[in-house]
């Protein structure tokens, strides 16, 4: 079994316990206990758990977890986000209207299209608002809210007043898991309901989502995977999720 495949193998696993131990993974992965250990940590800096002694919990099990900062994840994955983020910008054609969500891969992806003078990009992020402000001819709407400061994004009752009454050519969102059964899943319950408005605004949604949200299912589920038109991942990605997203009509593209 390769590294990548083991390491996912332990996220589900985690998934479906909440917990993991050291001594538990190395005999059923037949690798040592070093191997385990460090398999945990190179998953820790994706903020997909929480190492304790002898093994791992989920971060919302452990009190003292805080998703990090948007500026402190922009580091991680960050070859996977920037072809993402090219990818995505390829579809964008002229005088359409996007939404951008909040989070690092679509900040990358609002990068791509700084020089873009031909677009309108609406956005709840602050970050995006912020990367694209300079531009002095783009269009620019921003979504007001309640600061989500983990994000520097928009949410809440107001900000869904004024999603709900919006129509875009495309919305490109992140999700903090993509599963082909389980759906599309946030991290954070107050953002569920502004999720689910973005994701009604189009009838072309693109999830983007580095390898290791892919098969990953966070605590809230905002809708099926049906809900997204596009999902655009890396070759890194597993190959079974990959193929089961796409038997259920899901195009899938791979960078």
């Known amino acids: 079994m390769l590294k990548e495949e083991r390491q996912q193998a332990i996220i589900r696993e985690l998934d479906r316990n909440g917990s993991v131990a050291v001594s538990e993974l190395a005999e059923h992965f037949h690798v040592s206990r070093m191997t385990i250990r460090r398999d945990l940590l190179e998953i820790e800096k994706n903020s997909q758990l929480k190492r304790t002694h002898g093994g791992a919990v989920l971060p919302s099990k452990s009190p003292n977890y805080s998703e990090p900062p948007t500026i402190k994840r922009m580091e991680l994955l960050k070859d996977e986000k920037i072809r993402i983020a090219k990818a995505v910008a390829a579809l964008i054609g ?12 679509t900040l990358y992806v609002a990068k791509e299209l700084y020089e873009r003078n031909d677009i309108t990009v609406l956005s ?23 600061l989500r400061r983990e994000e520097q994004s928009m949410i809440g009752h107001f900000a869904e007043r004024v999603i709900e009454d ?18 599309l899943t946030s991290e954070d319950p107050q953002e569920l309901m502004t999720d689910r408005k973005i994701l009604g605004i189009s009838d072309n949604v693109i999830i983007v989502a580095d390898h290791t949200k892919i098969g990953y299912v966070s605590t809230s589920r905002t809708a099926p995977i049906t809900a997204a038109k596009t999902i655009i991942t890396t070759t890194e990605a597993q190959g079974d999720l990959v193929r089961a997203i796409r038997e259920q009509g899901v195009e899938v593209i791979q960078v």
């Open 124 to 146: 709840n992020a602050i970050t995006i608002i912020n990367e694209l402000s300079t531009n002095g001819k783009m269009p620019i709407i921003g979504i007001g809210g309640f």
């Open 94 to 105: 002229e005088k359409e209207v996007i939404f951008l969500g909040s989070g690092t891969t």
């Open 166 to 183: 919006l129509r875009v050519e495309k919305v490109i969102v992140g999700m903090r898991g993509v599963h082909p059964r389980f759906g």
